[in-house]
């Protein structure tokens, strides 16, 4: 059996510090990802998607509410095209000065 040694073989290594990692930005809206990231298939996997992107939970709750699973599926990766509706560009521009782990209520969908 093996004995246990009180110190650290390896304290006399130089210590490498962790440099904090850079925020991924939010597929959506461009803003740096906060503490919390979710990883939303733009793609829906019901509709076979498998890519993930990082966003805001409250970037993907928008998304939800505002599209169907079909629209999802239709857009794909491109975002821009999910820009160009009227509820989603006024969003973003709302949530562009927020802080990156901001959160709020999110109205329900509208069909």
């Known amino acids: 059996m093996a004995r246990r040694s009180k110190h650290d073989p390896y304290d006399h290594l130089p210590q490498e510090e962790e440099a904090p990692a850079a925020p991924v930005p939010c597929w959506l809206c461009g803003r740096p990802t906060g503490k919390i990231i979710v990883w939303h298939h733009p793609v829906p996997m019901s509709r076979g998607g498998r890519d993930v992107v990082p966003m805001h939970p409250i970037c993907q709750q928008t998304l939800t509410a505002n599209f169907t699973n079909s629209e999802l ?8 095209g999910l820009l160009d509706n009227p509820n989603i560009r006024k969003f ?6 927020k802080d990156p782990d901001f959160t709020a209520a999110i109205t329900k969908k509208q069909r």
């Not at 599926?73 to 821009?80: A, E, I, L, Y």
């Open 73 to 80: 599926q239709r857009h794909g990766m491109d975002v821009s």
């Open 92 to 97: 973003v521009d709302w949530v562009a000065k």
